[in-house]
């Protein structure tokens, strides 16, 4: 690689972005090395393999870096599905730093001897009215993206609360586990009944719930061995308390296996 | 390229006006555009039904002024070249913004389901409960797992990014491509910006989907092979590595893409022979690729047959049904969901088909232009057969099972038409009087092409984001009915298979992560919005290894694509089923295991 730059960079680049996408503890830092690492460096790498000496103008390298690099993920994962260890970070580590060395190598090859000449790709000419521009325009782009992130009111969508029950998997006694997941506009208070059997006694519950909380109860019953019960759980908003709002129901002699 | 050309590339050294340059204020302007989409897609989000003026005024405000710069004659190609990523790039950033939180589009969740699973079982070829076919040509999966497992981001992020990509990889590969036929980079600019007029290019073209990826690979390959055309011998192999690359990714992420490669190369193979092409006749990249597309099918993705047979013999069936008049024609501009039927506005109509009598008539003029030229070039050949096959395509929308195909060959036929339609458009603003006349008309109809292209492509309705996720009183961030049974699901349930409407059983797959299967599949369609149930069909659910049955009141939910939104009354698409769709399955009794008021989760194996 030696005499060759850009590919000695590439090389370089390339096992320090493995690194920090293989051990940053941070998303974002490791999207910034991992694009580079999946995408620019084993494209632009292929590329100059391919070509050798020859030199690209920047349109057909810019298009040929990306149909390489977009080529070498999909053809990738098929690799790697095949080999031990499978799809995993440290395997398309491996895989796209391995390529990216190895074309590398070959394209120093083809190249052979440096030949002095200038690159031809010349930095453009930006003034301070262009930066202006730009990084106004970034500011705008920045602006828009918080902006389009940010979930906002919608008065006019209709808030709703979801009751589930679940045969309850910690507890030794038969039992069930009920939720209320509120995703309502406002703060709601509800009344929820949970009756064991066809002439049980219901038991009540009185919650409140935030808009986004979620609140769980585990509903303990008895229920003679080999018999089932039937359990019926409803959910009574307390503005209309006499109104059922949701229901939820089971036959069930316990705990089951293999839930959740 | 042409003298002219590399003049306007050469100007370098002249004296630097004193205001910003040309481009730094289109960029400027882009970034007003978006945010104009992102304010009328907040809006719309908010439930304010805002005019859809200011949205299309914001994609305007990206188009025109790129337009306007790209068709100049004093331009750089470097400067050119920056403008079609530019706007390859703000393009797709409005259908970003549209969609912030999660895939909505309907295929999107299907394959981020796909990419998730690759990560859960490190591998690829899982099966997917709904769109089988899409485990087979695990491309996509495969690349978005890499962007997924060297990031630690979601598929949605790894996904949006990945499409951003091969997004810039299209417009690049149509630039070197025009540029290499035509040997003018003005008009591959002008071009490029025509190719947005097609009905997919704004929204279809970039959701998270196979077809999303392999189309930019596709044009790239054949940018590659322009290139190859005029190399020297010395470079022959060197063309050959990123044609076979490119290929081969195609082939392993999309079934049609890859064999619309292979219609490509075999009539170019054809065309090289009828113009007795002194060139290196590219009939051995033709065998390659349908060895390979071949290959792939039989071995990989053997459900390819049973997915494609009755998408074709159906729309054949279609056409030849509305021919001879046994079943009504399709409505132009309408969307049907259900028994609810979208319609277009009056003005957007008119705009569409303004759009249309535009590039027919610039199909004529430069067909016209490519014959008076004496052109014997192959590729502008090609060119002119895909520019009047589209028109072919447009007669298929009147054919209620046949306008998909005929949406979907648009696509790559509308490369052709968009280099065929540059020649005149070129033509209409040479030298001469009246020039500042010449060049409002053409941005003009360059607006109403594009504008009119993604009205045609999508539903008046659905060009603007619904919300699935929304502030409640307090400032916390509550989901929409079929987010938040998704996400349940994941939870307590991600083992189990369930039957679910369209929508639901698309968010079930991703957010969720669970398995789900809808339509026609086991009568689940059927069941789901019939009254009364018939003896074997929850038997049949439960012998085909599903634990629960979602059902769902919203006549939307069997709409993918708008029916993972919030409830807002009034509204058309949230009209309720009956009652007694619901009630069915309390008489049977089955369990109920989760409700949210519109959706009600049954326990198959929960009985008495």
Not at chain 1, 134 to 160: D, E
Not at chain 2, 78 to 89: I, P
Not at chain 2, 120 to 142: E, M
Request: aromatic share 10%.
């Amino acid at each position: 690689m030696r005499g060759h730059r850009d590919l000695g960079w590439v090389c370089l680049a390339a096992v320090v972005a493995a690194l920090v996408a293989a051990l940053a503890p941070w998303d974002v830092v490791r999207l910034l090395a991992a694009v580079p690492l999946a995408v620019f460096l084993p494209g632009y790498a292929i590329t100059a393999a391919a070509f050798g000496p020859q030199r690209l103008d920047p349109q057909r390298l810019a298009m040929l870096t990306l149909l390489c690099g977009l080529s070498l993920l999909c053809l990738g994962g098929i690799v790697l599905n095949f080999l031990p260890g499978g799809i995993r970070t440290v395997t398309w580590a491996v895989l796209l730093v391995l390529v990216v060395l190895a074309t590398a190598r070959a394209a120093a090859l083809r190249r052979g001897r440096p030949d002095g000449r200038p690159s031809g790709w010349t930095r453009p000419r930006l003034r301070g009215a262009d930066i202006a521009c730009v990084v106004l325009a970034a500011v705008l782009v920045v602006g828009t993206l918080v902006f389009a992130y940010t979930p906002l009111p919608a008065s006019k969508a209709v808030g709703y609360t979801a009751l589930w029950m679940l045969p309850s998997k910690n507890s030794a006694d038969p039992a069930v586990k009920v939720g209320v997941i509120s995703a309502e506009q406002g703060r709601q208070h509800y009344r929820l009944e949970a009756r064991i059997g066809e002439n049980g006694k219901p038991k009540r519950y009185h919650l409140a719930l935030d808009p986004g909380e979620e609140r769980a109860i585990e509903v303990p019953f008895k229920a003679p061995a080999g018999t089932k019960r039937h359990v019926v759980v409803s959910l009574y908003d307390s503005d209309r308390p006499h109104q059922l709002y949701r229901r939820v129901t089971t036959w069930t002699a316990g705990s089951q296996p293999g839930e959740g | 390229m042409s003298s002219r050309d590399s003049r306007a590339s050469g100007s370098r050294g002249r004296l630097l006006p004193a205001g910003p340059a040309p481009l730094a204020l289109i960029v400027l302007g882009a970034a007003v555009g978006l945010l104009l989409c992102a304010y009328t897609n907040a809006l719309s989000r908010e439930g304010g039904d805002p005019t859809q003026l200011v949205y299309w005024a914001g994609v305007l405000l990206i188009v025109v002024p790129i337009a306007a710069r790209i068709s100049m004659e004093d331009v750089s190609l470097r400067e050119r070249f920056a403008l079609v990523a530019l706007f390859g790039l703000s393009l797709y950033a409005v259908k970003v913004i549209r969609d912030p939180f999660l895939f909505t589009f309907p295929d999107e969740p299907i394959h981020a389901y796909n990419a998730n699973q690759a990560l859960i079982h490190h591998g690829l070829f899982n099966g997917n409960p709904i769109l089988p076919v899409t485990s087979g040509y695990p491309g996509l999966a495969s690349a978005t797992s890499a962007l997924m497992s060297l990031s630690g981001l979601s598929s949605f992020t790894a996904g949006v990014i990945l499409i951003g990509l091969a997004r810039l990889l299209l417009v690049l590969s149509l630039f070197v491509l025009f540029t290499r036929v035509s040997g003018s980079h003005r008009l591959a600019g002008l071009a490029v910006v025509i190719y947005a007029g097609s009905s997919n290019f704004l929204y279809w073209g970039v959701q998270y989907s196979y077809e999303s990826l392999s189309l930019p690979l596709l044009v790239a390959v054949l940018a590659a092979f322009a290139e190859r055309e005029v190399a020297g011998p010395k470079l022959l192999r060197s063309w050959a590595v990123p044609i076979v690359l490119g290929t081969m990714a195609v082939v392993v992420t999309h079934h049609l893409t890859s064999y619309a490669l292979v219609i490509v190369l075999v009539l170019l193979a054809v065309i090289y022979r009828l113009a007795r092409s002194p060139k290196p006749n590219p009939w051995p990249f033709a065998v390659f690729t349908a060895v390979l597309a071949g290959g792939w099918m039989l071995i990989a993705a053997n459900n390819t047959v049973d997915y494609l047979d009755p998408v074709f013999s159906g729309a054949v069936t279609s056409i030849w049904n509305t021919v001879f008049g046994e079943s009504q024609a399709r409505g132009l501009f309408e969307s049907a969901s259900n028994d609810l039927v979208y319609t277009t506005p009056f003005v957007a109509r008119l705009i569409t088909l303004g759009a249309v009598g535009f590039l027919f008539l610039g199909f004529l003029a430069g067909i016209r232009e490519v014959w008076a030229r004496r052109e014997n070039k192959p590729f502008v050949w090609l060119f002119c057969l895909g520019a009047a096959g589209f028109f072919g395509t447009l007669a298929l929308r009147f054919a209620p099972e046949a306008w998909e195909t005929g949406n979907r060959a648009a696509m790559y036929l509308f490369i052709g038409l968009a280099f065929v339609v540059a020649y005149p458009a070129l033509r209409l603003i040479r030298k001469g009087p009246r020039l500042m006349l010449r060049r409002a008309a053409l941005l003009a109809s360059i607006a109403v092409i594009v504008i009119g292209g993604a009205i045609a492509g999508w539903p008046w309705d659905s060009q603007l984001a619904q919300p699935t996720r929304i502030t409640a009183d307090d400032g916390t961030e509550i989901e929409s009915e079929p987010i938040t049974l998704a996400r349940w699901v994941g939870e307590k349930l991600p083992r189990q298979k369930f039957a679910a409407a369209d929508a639901d059983a698309r968010m079930i797959l991703a957010p969720g992560g669970a398995r789900a299967k809808t339509g026609e599949a086991l009568a689940i369609k059927t069941i789901l919005e019939e009254n009364r149930l018939l003896s074997w069909e929850l038997p049949s659910l439960r012998g085909n290894g599903l634990g629960y049955l979602v059902a769902d009141r919203r006549r939307v939910s069997t709409d993918p694509g708008r029916g993972s939104f919030f409830f807002v009354p009034g509204s058309q698409e949230n009209a309720l089923r009956s009652p007694a769709t619901m009630h069915k399955f309390g008489e049977v009794p089955l369990g109920r295991t989760y409700d949210s008021g519109n959706i009600v989760v049954f326990d198959l194996r929960d009985r008495p």
